[in-house]
């Protein structure tokens, strides 16, 4: 007995999608062109797509369309790095961290605002009132040519005011905000804590990222720590789950290229702000 209809259509384009005749991230033809294509009902193409769904092979995005789904090899962020480490902070370090593991990585051009209030997760972590104004950095980043994170930092405005009047600029520090913070305002970054939660994305990150409307993102609140363990910054940092894992590192360990953890490759180290 012949397969039914609809997985003799999941079969075909099954086919094309592991001959790379359809490749990871393109779109699917319309459910009307599928139809006049293979002579088949609405509910026949459905069942077609649900099944290459439920084996993985494509993704249906709200608002959007079917596409096949990319082949991503994730990246490995450590989170237990040098607290005190004052170079880390923009692109250059980014570019850095990926490249070591052969990896190509870039980044936007960082967008700066002024708000006349932080937003509320923010403010509370930075421990300054609803109406302090603060400056914003924001980048997106990419690696192999892929969305990987969208990262935004916080300062408050009162830094500029002090001398640290590059954060208003729209291009990247090169030596890293935490370490021009530290040489010209004498603030320097001796700590911070991590918080990470996981949610569903917004449609803003459901574009960017590429993302199913039912996928996951990690959100990391980082809130660093001058000399005085006075916050001086806090940076919100939205990894997808499906392209990155993390590691925290707990007392005396090997570094990730000398351990036989099996996250270790890829491997990569947490990078700083905007």
């Keep these: 007995m012949a397969d039914p209809m609809y997985r003799q259509i999941a079969q075909d384009l099954q086919g094309k999608i592991e001959s790379g005749e359809l490749a990871p991230g393109d779109k699917l033809p319309s459910e009307l062109d599928f139809r006049e294509r293979y002579n088949a009902s609405r509910n026949t193409i459905r069942d077609a797509i649900k099944r290459l769904t439920s084996q993985g092979l494509v993704e249906t995005r709200p608002g959007q369309g079917t ?71 924001h980048q997106k980043r990419y690696i192999d040519g892929v969305p990987w994170s969208l990262q935004t930092s916080f300062y408050p405005m009162d830094f500029v005011t002090k001398g640290a009047t590059r954060l208003l600029v729209a291009e990247d520090i090169e030596e890293g905000t935490v370490r021009y913070i530290a040489e010209t305002i004498g603030i320097r970054q001796v700590g911070y804590r991590d918080a990470i939660t996981a949610r569903r994305p917004d449609v803003n990150e459901q574009t960017f990222f590429g993302l199913a409307h039912d996928a996951t993102v990690f959100e990391n609140f980082r809130t660093a720590f001058d000399q005085t363990g006075t916050p001086l910054r806090v940076t919100v940092t939205v990894f997808p789950a499906d392209r990155n894992q993390f590691i925290i590192n707990v007392g005396d360990v090997p570094a990730l290229e000398d351990s036989a953890d099996p996250a270790a490759d890829p491997q990569g180290q947490a990078s700083e702000p905007a």
Excluded at 78 to 83: A, H, I, K, R, T
């Design 67 to 137: 596409f096949v789904t990319r082949r991503i090899d994730p990246f490995v962020t450590e989170l237990s790095g040098d607290p005190q480490a004052l170079g880390g902070a923009e692109g250059t370090t980014y570019l850095s961290e990926v490249n070591k593991t052969q990896r190509e990585a870039s980044f936007s051009v960082p967008r700066v605002e002024l708000q006349m209030a932080p937003p509320v997760e923010v403010g509370l972590r930075l421990l300054v009132a609803p109406n302090i104004q603060i400056v914003s950095r």
